[in-house]
């Protein structure tokens, strides 16, 4: 089936530490997104790509690092520097061009630091 | 910068009711404007796609309305029911450089048994 698969479903993270979240796609989408989402509020746009080996900062970058090596691939790292990182993590994706440009999500990535 | 507003922000309301869901966008220069489902813990579902040169959608009991122009949107569920409890949130794909998606910050639903 398509879809777009998100792993680990939860994250622990101890102080200092980098983790990297997976996101994958099989829809053959150009364009993938990552937004951070907290309690009570609505997502927050960290970073997106909209080509492989090209990605843009969004609203919330700092303390973050992409890589779009593969079109169907779009990995997010929470640096040591994100001073809170605990946070519901979704990754998206969409057809970059053509007729139909419907956003697809993953079930996301809880990060938890302890 | 776009941003986009949902009111209210949470609503309760007992099953069989019909009810409007609202979303409000600063800048018109859209792409299309996507209504999602949001359940505790998890991701977002897709309910209704509206291109912005259309004025609704409809998918089963769900119907989406927009008119661009006034930077407005409405999401109506007619005979809700338990099952339609969950948090929805609106998003605008904003055409320009930019071309990102933005969110509002959801509208809380509780439908009473």
């Known amino acids: 089936d398509g879809g777009i698969t998100q792993s680990p479903k939860y994250l622990f993270r101890k102080e200092g530490q980098n983790v990297t979240l997976s996101c994958e796609q099989n829809?053959?989408?150009?364009?993938m997104y990552w937004y951070r989402q907290d309690p009570g509020q609505g997502l927050r746009l960290i970073y997106y790509?909209?080509?492989?080996?090209?990605?843009q900062k969004g609203d919330i970058a700092e303390g973050y690092s992409v890589s779009r090596e593969k079109k169907e691939s779009f990995p997010l790292t929470v640096t040591s520097a994100q001073k809170n990182p605990t946070a519901f993590y979704l990754c998206?994706?969409?057809?970059?061009?053509?007729?139909?440009?419907?956003?697809?999500f993953g079930q996301g990535t809880r990060l938890t630091v302890v | 910068k776009q941003e986009v507003t949902q009111i209210p922000a949470a609503l309760s309301v007992p099953e069989g009711e019909n009810l409007v869901l609202n979303c409000s966008f600063t800048?018109?220069?859209?792409?299309?404007l996507q209504w999602f489902r949001q359940d505790p813990g998890k991701g977002l579902t897709s309910l209704l796609l509206?291109?912005?040169?259309?004025r609704e959608q409809t998918s089963g009991r769900l119907n989406a309305s927009l008119d661009k122009s006034s930077g407005r949107s409405t999401l109506y569920i007619a005979a809700s029911q338990p099952g339609d409890s969950a948090t929805y949130l609106c998003?605008?794909?904003?055409?320009?450089?930019?071309?990102?998606?933005?969110f509002g910050s959801g509208t809380q639903l509780t439908v009473l048994p």
């Open positions: 998206a994706s969409r057809p970059r061009t053509g007729g139909t440009t419907e956003a697809f």
């Open positions: 829809l053959n989408h150009d364009a």
């Open positions: 790509s909209q080509i492989v080996n090209d990605f």
């Open positions: 800048d018109s220069a859209i792409y299309n």
């Open positions: 509206i291109q912005s040169s259309q």
């Open positions: 998003a605008v794909f904003s055409s320009g450089s930019a071309r990102q998606l933005t």
